[in-house]
């Protein structure tokens, strides 16, 4: 019952779904609802159902900051404001999932973000182990960064089953994430106005407790292909790593890898943009950036510029 409680009535004060239902009547009721909510969670795993009532979302639309056109959907970030409820179950089974892909392996040791014991400053720290221990061998290191588009919204929910299947995990919590992933709808809420509601065929929720390891889980095949040791991620973010005795034998490894990268996504329904791919060389020496090679793929050419990485 701790871990109930915890996963909805210590999660925050957050703002309540369509069902208007906020944590603090939750709490006040919870000597006299607490055995219904657990029956309920656990029938619904049992089952494989997720209620409708809990994938009705009021999506409030937030400006991202920093941005320079306004006018450009992508300049904002909708969130879905779930039922509290909800929320807990879907938490509950989202730390449960998150344990368990770690200690089976499902997730690659190089992704980050989203999980148990895993930070970005342990990311950071392999990252920089990598790096220092090629430049002691002699080494060039060449990292290069790819950003999934869209994130939570590019994941299919056919896809995300079959690959839920393949990874192994337990038929009735899979027809439960099928539940939970499909017949969703919204209700958009802009400047104090709400619309009508309205079906949702493809996506994760961003504000659900489970997006974040649904979508990890969606895109662990990228981390084991080639050397997975060199392969590093966080939540959608993606690093490439390189190591050799010169840079544009770094580029053209990077350059398979991310085309390996690329081909893979395509044939899932995902896409990376190209804005937000950089490149940094590590060396010991002087080098200007006019003269350091590129990684160049499919047309777009990925060159190193002047200040800090924005990866991770």
Partial sequence: MSDLEQAILKAGNTAPGADEIPTRILQVAWSIIKDFVLLLFRKCLELGHHPECFRLATTAIIPKPNKADYTNPRSYRPIALLSVLGKGLERLVAKKMSWLAIHYKTLASQQFGALPLRSSVDLTTCVTHDIESALKAGQKTTLLTMDVKGAFDAVL??????????????????????????????????????????????????????????????????????????????????????????????????????????????????????????????????????????????????ETKPGPLRWP
């Fill in 157 to 302: 929910p056919g896809r995300l089953i079959n690959r839920l299947r393949e990874q192994g995990w337990p038929n009735n919590l899979v027809k439960w994430i099928q539940s939970f992933a499909t017949n969703r709808y919204i209700k958009i809420r802009l400047d104090g106005e709400t619309g009508p509601k309205t079906a949702l065929n493809c996506g994760l929720p961003q504000g659900s407790p489970i997006s974040p390891i649904l979508f990890m889980l969606y895109i662990a095949p990228i981390f084991w292909m080639g050397n997975p040791m060199k392969r590093f991620g966080y939540a959608d973010d993606i690093a490439l790593l390189a190591s050799s005795d010169c840079l544009q034998e770094n580029c053209e490894v990077l350059q398979a890898n991310m085309q390996e990268a690329l081909d893979w996504g395509k044939s899932e329904g995902i896409t990376f943009d190209p804005k937000k791919s950089e490149l940094i060389h590590f060396y010991k020496g002087h080098r200007t950036l006019t003269d350091a090679p590129a990684v160049q793929t499919e047309g777009l050419r990925i």
